[in-house]
């Protein structure tokens, strides 16, 4: 009843009933250790229980109760604050919950609306920007959305991915809070916006500058145009690590997000419909036919620095980044 309703690994949310989101913020040990960020979300009380250890609050991934639980005390937990009892002297004490804040945005959203509809200013991709970069924007005609947008060397690229609903393309696992933060996913074919350039089918069409779903002014990028990004940012072997966003990676296979590209682990999905390798890894198609039933895409791991060149079914679901013309 506590816990978010998104954000817990191997779909674990909860049903968020009275507003508490509870996260999974993961630990620190008490020899510096990180571990169990989507796993885990541990909250200390003020109530200890020997003079080495104190009491917590613990939610799991894969359990519907909490458990309280007696850790070290040199261990990092996190902090829930409680309002002191008859302290609120008057409504305007109180910082109002009718809307939140994205760091590095001073735009807000109305709780209960989904970020990713053109009501909201605001989308959860937003969370894991790079608050030291300079972001541009630009508001897609077609439904109203606003997407953050990134120069790096002579290339301006979205920085988050394209949340634009058209034909066979997916929320991951069909829900609208993970369209808010990973974008959607895209059939080759819908990506590309050209009927017969599905699986099977040879599509006569030109690569470079293919403006596909992305928004007028903007296309698809090409495979030349994917490789121009990574060699602006150092090469394919450390571009993983350059544009990976700084949180939300399965086992702190985060980036340093370096230039704000900002890639979060959206996962894909399957040419049956399943989903899979959320947190785990990101995959983009470009706009480069390689043969009648593939197409060439790149895929960011957590495990690795490095970006890696790929060839796949054309009826896979992948990411799309948008790059100006």
Not at 212 to 222: D, E, I, Q, Y
Not at 244 to 251: A, E, I, L, P
Request: hydrophobic content about 25%.
């Amino acid at each position: 009843l506590l816990k978010s309703t998104s954000g817990w690994y191997d779909s674990g949310n909860g049903s968020d009933k009275y507003g508490f989101s509870v996260l999974p913020a993961g630990n620190r040990g008490s020899n510096g250790n990180f571990s169990s960020e989507g796993y885990n979300a541990d909250l200390w009380s003020a109530s200890e229980s020997e003079s080495y250890d104190a009491w917590d609050l613990n939610f799991n991934y894969n359990r519907d109760y909490a458990t309280r639980d007696n850790d070290f005390k040199s261990d990092g937990r996190s902090l829930r604050c409680l309002k002191d009892s008859g302290s609120i002297t008057s409504s305007s004490s109180v910082v109002s919950s009718s809307s939140t804040s994205v760091p590095g945005s001073s735009s807000s959203v109305i709780p209960g609306t989904d970020p990713g509809s053109s009501s909201s200013s605001m989308k959860a991709a937003w969370a894991y920007l790079n608050p030291d970069i300079d972001y541009g924007e630009f508001t897609d005609s077609r439904d109203g959305q606003v997407y953050k947008t990134v120069t790096i060397g002579t290339q301006i690229w979205m920085a988050e991915n394209l949340n634009y609903e058209i034909g066979n393309s997916r929320c991951y696992e069909n829900k609208a809070s993970n369209c808010s933060k990973y974008g959607r996913l895209y059939t080759w074919e819908v990506a590309m916006d050209k009927a017969g350039c599905g699986y099977g089918t040879k599509c006569n069409t030109s690569y470079e500058g293919t403006q596909g779903v992305c928004p007028s002014g903007w296309h698809l990028p090409s495979d030349a145009d994917w490789r121009t990004l990574f060699d602006n940012v150092g090469g394919t072997g450390t571009a993983g690590s350059e544009l990976k966003s700084s949180s939300g990676w399965y086992d702190n296979g985060n980036g340093a997000d370096s230039f704000g590209f900002a890639v979060l682990p959206a996962g894909n999905r399957g040419y049956s419909g399943d989903f899979y390798s959320e947190g785990y890894a990101a995959n983009f198609w470009s706009s480069t036919e390689y043969s009648s039933s593939y197409a060439v895409y790149w895929r960011f791991d957590y495990y690795g620095a490095y970006v890696g060149y790929y060839r796949d079914y054309k009826d896979y679901g992948f990411s799309v980044r948008c790059l100006r013309d």
